[in-house]
Structure formats: C-alpha cells, structure tokens
C-alpha cells in the first residue's frame, strides 16, 4: 500500500518545446485546417515525440518514411530535422506540393556545411550516426562530410596540413561532451576551421544548462521525452553526469514507483525540446494523486525566441485571413 509523502516538485525552466519544435508542429497543425478534405503528409515524425505524432495523426495528419511513398501531387511537410537535397529532388519530380518545416537554426548547418563544400573543404561533421539529422546535413555534400561520434574517432583520423578541414555539429548534442570533442580535433588539426556561430543550438545548451542546475538541488530528475529524441536522451545523460539519478519517461505511465523507495522526494522535472507542456503536468498529477505536492520552477534563462512558420503556410493564410495586421 503507498504511503502518503510529500513531495518538493521542482520545474526546470526552460523545458519543453523549443521554437522550432513549435513551428514545425503549428506547421502541419495549420496545413490540415488549410487542406480541409485534401490529404496532408508528413515525411518521417515532424518533431521526435510519440504524444505529438499520434495526436497529429488523429487529426488526419498522414505520416510516411519516404517522399517516394507520397502520391504524386499532393502536399507534403518536411520534419523540424531536416532532409537531404535528393529529397527535395524526388519532391520535384513527383510534383509534390512541400512545405519544409525544417528549423531555421538547422538550415543554418546545412547552409555551412554547403559554403564550406564549396570552397573545398573536408568537413568533419560531429554528431549521432542515423539521426535524422545527420542524414539531411550529410546529403549536402556527401563526398565531402566525414562524420565523427566521438574524441576517441578523432584520433584515427589522419589529414595532412595541407588538406583545408572545418568542421560542424548536430544541433541537439551534449554541449560538454562536443567540447571534448572540438578540444581534440583542435589538438590534431590546428588549422580546422569553425563554423562562424556554435552550432548547438540555444534550446540545447539552455536545457542542458537549466537540468545541470536542477540536479544539484534534487535526490531524482525526470525527463520527459521520446527515446529516439538526441536532445532528451542528453538530459538525462547530463542529470545523471551532475549527481542526480535520472530516467527518460515517455509519459507519466513510465514512472517506475521504486525509483522513489530510498526517499526520494525532492523531484527534478524537466522536458526535452519536443515534449509538450501537458506531459509535464501529467507527470505532476502523478505525483499529487500519491502525496501532498509543493511545486516550484529553477528558471536558469528566459527564453523568447520564435519563428515565422514557412513561407507557402503563411501565403495560404493570408490568402484565407488577409494580409497580418503591420504587413
Ligand atoms: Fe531547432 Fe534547436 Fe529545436 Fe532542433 S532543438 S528544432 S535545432 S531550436
């Protein structure tokens, strides 16, 4: 039989979705009211959440592994992650009508990787293997792109001073552990080059740095967030790197009640970039329906950032609404 606690709940701010998981999610929101009748897929999970690709789906959103698997025609969204230059080719030959949700901050990646292409350079792009997207920056400039998962594979690498070498990252990385990383490439290649601003985006080392403050205050840190999310998945490994216990959980059906059997009771929340709010507050009924609750936020930075969403949805808006008040 549970015993009545207290619990101390503490919020990391800033959690949760990020700007381009919000724009990307009010992209295929706004494309199926704008479709009405007409189907609206979407190439791969638009953002890497179970909770928002099944709620999308119940609202008609048709989700498909590939291009090639939309009918020839019809609309299609590309996911917050990114794609390939072949995937916008295939597109084109299949006349679909795409909006590309890709976040801005990750067409900035592929804008670098591409200039530094150009000129002829070796890029060393550091991330995870298979990510969604690796794979969308890699098709930039595939001939040109070796990617590197860790120090350790920087040290088998071998380039002569004369081979002009720059080097990338994924957005979502451990912002500490890519700084090993760079450290080394450095160490062995001194002429490498940066990209002109960090590519680790602000919602990655804002997360990283908010969940960092709240272990040190918690005996346990949950993170809400899908296993195929990079971003979620470095909370917890940043949680668990600054003394406190921490698991991923999907949802509050995922909390295991013996996590709390040592007395655990100051409780560390948090969500990755693509877990929405209500989780968090299904995670906090969790615990109100098995103790008294006392809830506050650790607030590390305020966050204000937003994007425009795509081009074609805001022209079809307009279309439908007229022009935005100022524009
Ligand atoms: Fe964009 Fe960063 Fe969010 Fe990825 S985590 S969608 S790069 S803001």
């Not at 592929?110 to 920056?137: K, P």
């Not at 668990?240 to 709390?260: K, N, V």
Request: hydrophobic share 45%; net charge negative; proline share 5%.
């Amino acid at each position: 039989m549970w015993l009545v606690t207290d619990f101390e709940l503490i919020l990391a701010a800033p959690r949760g979705y990020c700007a381009g998981v919000d724009r990307a999610v009010e992209t295929v929101e706004r494309a199926l009211e704008l479709a009405g009748a007409e189907p609206v897929y979407v190439r791969k999970q638009i953002v890497h959440n179970a909770h928002v690709v099944a709620e999308l789906e119940r609202r008609g959103a048709i989700f498909v592994d590939s291009e090639l698997d939309v009918p020839v025609g019809a609309a299609v969204v590309f996911s917050a992650h990114g794609v390939a230059p072949s995937v916008h080719e295939n597109a084109k030959a299949r006349n679909l009508a795409v909006v590309d949700a890709t976040c801005p901050l990750v067409t900035k990646v592929h804008s670098e990787a591409r200039r530094f292409a150009q000129r002829g350079y070796t890029i060393l792009l550091i991330g995870h293997a298979g990510h969604e997207e690796v794979v969308g920056t890699m098709g930039e400039a595939p001939d040109s792109i070796v990617l590197v998962e860790s120090a350790s594979e920087v040290d088998a690498l071998d380039f002569s001073p004369d081979t002009p070498l720059a080097y990338v990252t994924q957005t979502t990385l451990s912002v500490d552990e890519t700084r090993v990383v760079i450290d080394r490439l450095r160490e062995r290649f001194p002429w490498i080059e940066a990209p002109v601003k960090d590519d680790i985006c602000y919602a990655t080392s804002n997360r990283q740095a908010a969940v960092k403050a709240l272990a040190r205050e918690v005996d346990l840190v949950l993170v809400i967030g899908s296993r195929n999310s990079s971003n979620s998945c470095r909370l917890v490994e940043v949680a668990r790197e600054h003394g406190a216990p921490s698991y991923l959980i999907e949802d509050e059906s995922a909390i295991d009640p013996t996590w709390l059997d040592d007395g655990a009771t100051r409780i560390g929340i948090t969500s990755g970039a693509s877990a929405p709010e209500r989780l968090v507050q299904r995670v906090v009924q969790w615990f109100r329906a098995r103790g008294d609750v006392t809830l506050s936020e650790l607030e590390t930075v305020h966050e204000d950032v937003s994007f425009a969403l795509p081009r074609p949805i805001r022209r079809a808006l307009a279309l439908v609404d007229g022009p935005a008040p100022g524009a």
